[in-house]
């Protein structure tokens, strides 16, 4: 297990305070345990759920294709790129 290392705080109304102590004595664990089993389970399940992209089997050879697909530039971008300076190197 990693060295704990690192401290949070966080202000709680006496009810919230409470009830999560009764809910870390149910589980039989410490109120630190409780919460921290609770904030890093909830953590990572958000962390997962941001990183990963899940596609029904249509969804995804259609993804495939347009990743495979070449899409013109847009038209402001090809102007920019005429009006671009040639770079300069250095030798």
Do not use: C, N, W
Request: charge should be negative; avoid cysteine.
């Amino acid at each position: 297990m990693a060295t704990k290392e690192r401290r949070r705080e966080v202000r709680l109304s006496a009810a919230d305070d409470d009830l999560i102590a009764e809910a870390a004595g149910l589980s039989g664990v410490s109120v630190s345990e409780f919460v921290l089993h609770r904030a890093l389970s909830d953590a990572e399940a958000m962390v997962r759920a941001h990183r990963t992209i899940e596609l029904d089997q249509d969804s995804y050879r259609r993804f495939l294709e347009m990743l495979d697909s070449s899409v013109p530039p847009p038209p402001e971008l090809l102007r920019q790129v005429g009006r671009a300076r040639p770079l300069k190197h250095a030798d």
